[in-house]
Structures are given as structure tokens and as C-alpha cells.
């Protein structure tokens, strides 16, 4: 059996090919597999946030606002690209289009994910959602082919395999970054109270943001020492993201102004 590899090893948040619905992408399969690159409510972009890992800061605060949020064992954060203010709500999709220059890893990979494989050393392999409303089983859409008629992979999908190890990596040296936000205490807690055009008061609650007095505290020896292990960016990109909330208020006041 002929299969998709990628040098990256399987990360915490990526359910793998366990589940019925994923399967490992191979030629023999899935040659005929087609996946829509549209971006639509139906194809499972309602969604308010998505994951975003450091290395991809400086991409993404150009466009969203970067908070945090801590998982549901609180004792790992986790950063997220925000694009709305309730659960379902993008307000980037726009007449069946993302509007936004960049896409956070995490949502560009869909349907596609990290699998394991028995060997800790061994590579790991794509695999697909096939649950997933991207996916053309029978070919005959409009989407793009994962393989040619030879069976090579296509320029479409040695693209997502070279994103799915960049976020892998990404994430996997996120744990360094985080582990020098608690060391500091670089993050606070933060309760937005967002005041819509039609008087309505939208909040978002549990999540955190950097401390931006305490990041003013630290001393030179510090804050070389971040720089060093290339953490200063990432914080700098996230304080910076916030003044993108003020686009995503506007996004969410143009929304309700067209009912």
C-alpha cells in the first residue's frame, strides 16, 4: 500500500486515525478524491476561532486578533485566531468567500491531519477527514485532485503536507513558549465587553491576553533571554493582534446592519 508521509511527529490536539471517520491517504484508495478549497458555512467554516501557533503570529496578526485560552484540563494554553464574537460566528465569511489574506494553518489543512505510526522515529502520514463536506469521494466535482493520473501527489497536496508539518512543528515548540509565558506570569485574565451599534453588548469571557505592564517590568537580562529563544516576536505579534478587534467589531456592526 502506497501512502503519504510527512517527516512530523502526531500532535496532541490532532485526532488521528482512530476515529471512523479518518482514514490514511493512499493512491490506492483515494485516487479519484476530490476537496473543495471554497470557503462557505456549509463546508464547515462557522466556526469563531481556530488554533494558531507562534511561529505563524507575525501571518496572523495582520488579519485577527490573537488571544488565549486555557484547555479544558487547565494546565496547557492554547492561542487562537479569533473571528467572531459567539460560537458558529466567522465574520470573514463573506457571499461564500474568506475575506482575509491569510488563513491560520489549522483552518487551511482541513480536511487533512497528522496520523501516527507505530514506530516513535518513523514518519507520520497524512490522513483525511472523509466525514468531511470538502471531500468528493466519486471525483466528479469541482475540487482539486490530491493525485494525478500517474498517481503522484499534486502541487495542491505536497502543499498541505508541507503546512501540516509546519504546524506540527509549530505546535510542538508552542510548549516552550507557553512554559515562558507561566514563567513570568505574561498572561492575564481578560473579559471583553463589546458595545454594538444597536446597543447590544456582545462579552468574551475565559480567555487571556499578555500582560502588557508586567512585560514592562521585565529586565534587560529577561527579555534577551526571550529574545533568545525567539519568543519576544510571538509576545510583540499578540499584543499587536488586539488592535484587530476594532476590524472584527466593525466586521460584526456591518453584519447586523444587513440584518
Not at 15 to 44: F, K, N, Q, Y
Amino acid at each position: 500500500m502506497r501512502c503519504v508521509r510527512i517527516t512530523a511527529r502526531s500532535p496532541p490536539w490532532k485526532i488521528c486515525a482512530d476515529m471512523p471517520e479518518h482514514a490514511l491517504l493512499t493512491i490506492e484508495d483515494h485516487r479519484a478524491l476530490r476537496v473543495s478549497t471554497e470557503r462557505g458555512i456549509g463546508l464547515g467554516d462557522a466556526v469563531m476561532c481556530a488554533i494558531a501557533v507562534p511561529s505563524e503570529f507575525r501571518r496572523v496578526q495582520d488579519e485577527y486578533p490573537i488571544l488565549f485560552r486555557l484547555n479544558a484540563e487547565r494546565d496547557r494554553f492554547t492561542a487562537l485566531a479569533m473571528f467572531g464574537f459567539e460560537t458558529g460566528e466567522n465574520l470573514f465569511l463573506d457571499d461564500g468567500k474568506w475575506d482575509a489574506r491569510y488563513l491560520p494553518l489549522a483552518i487551511d489543512i482541513q480536511p487533512f491531519l497528522i496520523g501516527g505510526s507505530p514506530s516513535e522515529s518513523g514518519d507520520k502520514q497524512v490522513h483525511i477527514d472523509l466525514a468531511s463536506p470538502r471531500i468528493d469521494g466519486n471525483g466528479a466535482g469541482d475540487g482539486v485532485r490530491l493525485f494525478d493520473e500517474d498517481g503522484r501527489p499534486t502541487p495542491y497536496l505536497e502543499s498541505i503536507t508541507d503546512k501540516l508539518g509546519e504546524l506540527d512543528l509549530g505546535y510542538r515548540e508552542s510548549e516552550a513558549f507557553f512554559a515562558a509565558l507561566d514563567r513570568y506570569k505574561l498572561l492575564e485574565p481578560l473579559t471583553l465587553e463589546i458595545k454594538l451599534d444597536d446597543g447590544s453588548t456582545n462579552r468574551l469571557v475565559g480567555f487571556h491576553g499578555i500582560d502588557e505592564d508586567r512585560l514592562r517590568e521585565l529586565d534587560a537580562a529577561t527579555l534577551g533571554k526571550l529574545h533568545a529563544d525567539d519568543h519576544l516576536m510571538p509576545i510583540f505579534m499578540a499584543l499587536a493582534s488586539l488592535g484587530r478587534l476594532r476590524e472584527l467589531i466593525a466586521r460584526k456592526n456591518r453584519r447586523i446592519g444587513h440584518g
